[in-house]
T-cell receptor, first 112, second 116 residues
Framework: GQNIDQPTEMTATEGAIVQINCTYQ??????LFWYQQHAGEAPTFLSY????GLEEKGRFSSFLSRSKGYSYLLLKELQMKDSASYLC?????????????FGTGTRLKVLA | DSGVTQTPKHLITATGQRVTLRCSPR?????VYWYQQSLDQGLQFLIQ???????AKGNILERFSAQQFPDLHSELNLSSLELGDSALYFC???????????????FGPGTRLTVL
């Protein structure tokens, strides 16, 4: 079946580094996405990985290991505005069509 | 502002009724996606249209249907509404059609549906 796991909540301190892990099980992996969602708002795209390795984008980096079914989102120099939910999602290809499967999200609280 | 618009922002209706949610994608985007987000289930992918044709299908109930029109706006129709259909419904669009893969999706502000 298809499944995505990520921690429910994490807490970190302003200025610190935090790593949010995501593990997934799909039959036709076709890319992994990370989204940020502030409470009451729409998700916003952070990153996309389809090949193994690290993708860096400013303070945010995302890593993928397809053989392990594992990804992480790394947030550096945390700011208060980074307090949000972080959604891991996988695009799964099945019989020529795609599905997008989202994890339940990790609520990150950044403390002063 | 993502450039994706959704109407209405809020909708309150009764069980058994039918509603239509509307989405206008970013200018030039050919793909439209619909998602449902409820408190207990997180974000659920419902369906994707590309240039008027259904491209991908998620866990969309048979009571729900969608379409994408020639001007690329999309509508999600929800019928025989149940209490459990109360949720935030997001539309997203992407740049499929400019030679890029459908990677970055831009989400609209959502329609909050309350079924009483």
């Amino acid at each position: 079946g298809q499944n995505i796991d990520q921690p429910t909540e994490m807490t970190a301190t302003e200025g610190a580094i935090v790593q949010i892990n995501c593990t997934y099980q799909t039959s036709g992996f076709n890319g992994l996405f990370w989204y940020q969602q502030h409470a009451g708002e729409a998700p916003t795209f952070l990153s996309y990985n389809v090949l193994d390795g690290l993708e860096e984008k400013g303070r945010f980096s995302s890593f993928l290991s397809r053989s392990k079914g594992y990804s992480y989102l790394l947030l550096k120099e945390l700011q208060m505005k980074d307090s949000a939910s972080y959604l891991c999602a996988v695009r799964d290809q099945d019989s020529g069509t795609y599905k997008y499967i989202f994890g339940t999200g990790t609520r990150l609280k950044v403390l002063a | 502002d993502s450039g994706v618009t959704q109407t209405p922002k809020h909708l309150i209706t009764a069980t058994g009724q039918r509603v239509t949610l509307r989405c206008s994608p970013r200018s030039g985007d050919l793909s439209v996606y619909w998602y449902q987000q409820s408190l207990d289930q997180g974000l659920q992918f419902l369906i994707q249209y590309y240039n008027g044709e259904e491209r991908a299908k998620g866990n969309i109930l048979e009571r729900f249907s969608a379409q994408q029109f020639p001007d690329l706006h999309s509508e999600l129709n929800l019928s025989s509404l149940e209490l459990g259909d109360s949720a935030l419904y997001f539309c997203a669009s992407s740049d499929g059609g400019r030679g890029h893969s459908y990677n970055e999706q831009f989400f609209g502000p959502g329609t909050r549906l309350t079924v009483l």
